[in-house]
């Protein structure tokens, strides 16, 4: 106990910083610089706390300091009848909040902000109650009491570490993944010490790989960068093994599976970066930051879906498919001229509907095709009024009479003009020197818009029966610059998306 502390966060400091001359100590788990004077004062303070706590838990005229000369039966009737109440308590809360903290992704890519883990307890609260638990280890003369009082500690020190993890992915500072590397190791070193823990040690030391890695790539070494990166999601593939045989340590997979997506996406960057396909990762690595720090329109029907984790990683694979284009690969690409290529989703619509009277009433079956825009998120018109965000088909029906509706010619209740030919034209081309618009949607989202629009659909057209629409491939359409955004083909006719007609292509992401 007789050490410095951090007056920021709580951690003990290294001893090469108890034992230098100079008037400034710097926090081996948080960066953070300050006095020895404020530190020292800090740890005063901390041991004052912990004292007046053993005071209320001791019976009076008891010493720690004498405990070598108290029998073991009475110093373990003190721990039992007096400290260990107010224990069970505070273990339970901090294994808890431990538990609750691991249940989400703890890293973030470089140059990435990410939002900290909301957690019951400060990182000096963390500490300060592992140095209680120090404490009081005198008292804890049966094993089952000190196996108690050692996970206490070992889980409380853990946490802290992690918390400290979590409130520097708030930062872009360099060297936080140096610290968050170490961070890592160390709790995983506290938690392994610990029964039924041990898939979590596996995961925080494949963490700790990882942003040594991202320090890696900070610094121009992408080889190192992707040699660690590699080992690290070996291990966290291995401990999501050991996690599904372990229900204690169930709540991490989702976690799990989301660090191992940001692990493969690193991996990426630098593999672009090896096989020649891009000269600059931190480049890259800025433009994966954008395309992560985008505020997407609040909506309540949307947040969820535009909310997960997981969508990133389809994201960023549009952007490492865009790159391996640009560097000889190929896109599904429309022909035409145009010098942007903008990405749609290419939407397979079925449905029928019934048309004539009496004798001559008959149900017609139509396939038609849309295009969704694959930015259509970043609008809020389109997030709320889903006609606005892809080509309305049912508004560009064709015309026809009253008599030929009653006696069935009706063949259709909608019109897609050429989208369908234009559609199929799509095929593996080489983008050459065109910008390409990164998309900004899943397959999974397009999905959702058609359906929201064909529930606005069958409420104005009462016959129509509709079936599942089916999502294809996403397709890159060329499109001219014009004074309002961009151009579409001809093919698109009256079936412009409204959400393209005004759009601004200096603040859209492109490549």
Known sequence: MIELRCKYCGAPLDRKEIESDSPYVTCPSCGTTQQRVDAKAYMDQMMAQIKSWIGKAIPGGFSLSQTDNVDPIARHNIFVNNVKPMLDVELREYKF????????????????????VRTNHTSTQAFEFNAKLKSIEPLAVDPESRESITDGENLASAYAMIVNNSNLLTDTTPG???????????????????????????RLDALSEVCSASDMVLNGDAMGCSLKTESAISKLEAAKKDILANPKMAVMIRAVDIEIGQCRTLQNVTGMVMNGRTKDPLKMLDLVNKLSSIKYPPSREWDRLLGRQERDFELYGYVESIVSAKNGGTLPICPGAGDVL?????VDLRYSFTTGSFLSKKTVEV?????????????????????????????AAPDKSFFDRMKGDQDSISGGAGIGRLADSAA????????????????????????????????THN????????????????????????????????LSPAILRNTDLEKTLKI
Do not use: H
């Open 97 to 116: 909040a431990l538990n609750s903290v691991i249940s989400s992704p703890l890293i973030v890519l470089p140059f990435s902000k990410g939002e900290p």
């Open 176 to 202: 936080r993944f140096a610290l968050m590397s170490n961070n890592f190791k160390d709790s995983a070193e506290s938690v392994r010490k610990c029964k039924g823990y041990e898939p979590l040690a596996a």
């Open 428 to 459: 593996e081309n080489s983008p050459g020197s065109r910008e390409v618009v990164i998309p900004l949607s899943t397959k999974t989202e397009a999905s959702r818009l058609v359906e929201c629009y064909l529930d606005q659909s069958a409420r």
């Open 367 to 395: 396939t038609e095709d849309l295009l969704v825009p694959a930015t259509f998120t970043i609008s809020a018109e389109a997030l709320s009024n889903p006609c606005s965000g892809l080509t309305d088909i049912f508004s």
């Open 342 to 346: 903008y990405p749609f989703w290419d």
């Open 463 to 494: 016959q129509l029966k509709l079936s599942k629409p089916s999502v294809k491939r996403l397709i890159y359409i060329p499109c001219g610059r014009s004074a309002n955004g961009i151009s579409l083909p001809k093919e698109f006719d009256r």
